[in-house]
């Protein structure tokens, strides 16, 4: 079984940073496209970013440019910096492990899922 823990959130004014970290069990992390996802209030679920277990990165227009993604398969781990945040950004955010080579955008083809964690943004 795979299970991920996120870490990392809190709150933070305009212009800050976070590293969100998402650890994760199990074997063959390296075969796991992994990706991060948001959810605002009232809003659906998005994507953020997504990394192949080659290191291969995509990120939301939304997020590019000031938000990176990486992984450390060593240390099966998955990484979010985050940057120039914005009052907007405010979300839970989550990460995700697909069994899939190739990382999606659909959400449907992660097959787990964090618990979550919160990301405040103030102005």
């Known amino acids: 079984q795979v299970q991920l823990v996120e870490s990392g959130g809190g709150l933070v004014q305009a212009g800050g940073s976070l590293r969100l970290s998402c650890a994760v069990s199990?074997?063959?992390?390296?075969?796991?496209?992994m990706g991060w996802f948001r959810q605002a209030p009232g809003k659906e679920r998005e994507l953020v970013a997504i990394?192949?277990?080659?290191?291969?990165?995509y990120h939301a227009a939304s997020v590019k440019g000031r938000f990176t993604i990486s992984r450390d398969n060593a240390k099966n781990t998955v990484y979010l910096q985050m940057n120039s945040l914005k009052p907007e950004d405010t979300a839970v955010y989550y990460c995700?492990?697909?069994?899939?080579?190739?990382?999606?955008?659909?959400?449907?083809?992660?097959?787990?899922w964090g618990q979550g964690t919160q990301v405040t943004v103030s102005s």
């Open positions: 199990g074997r063959a992390f390296s075969d796991y496209a």
């Open positions: 990394i192949s277990g080659g290191g291969s990165t």
């Open positions: 995700a492990a697909s069994s899939l080579s190739i990382p999606s955008m659909n959400q449907d083809l992660y097959d787990y």
